[in-house]
């Protein structure tokens, strides 16, 4: 393990962030499992797609 890390989790343990915080980072962590359950169990749509078809508009 990286020294750095080992240090920054001593420092943390010293300094615990505070509860907004803490509310903070769990909201980005559950946001971000979220978005992985979706794209596993039911795909993403092709216009969210970095690299996907773009959505074309129906001609008039």
Request: aromatic share 10%; net charge positive.
């Amino acid at each position: 393990m990286d020294l750095n890390w080992l240090l920054r989790m001593t420092q943390w343990l010293r300094h615990p962030p505070s509860g907004l915080q803490l509310r903070i980072m769990l909201g980005a962590v559950a946001l971000a499992l979220l978005l992985v359950g979706v794209e596993h169990f039911w795909g993403w749509p092709d216009w969210l797609r970095v690299n996907g078809s773009r959505m074309r508009l129906p001609k008039p």
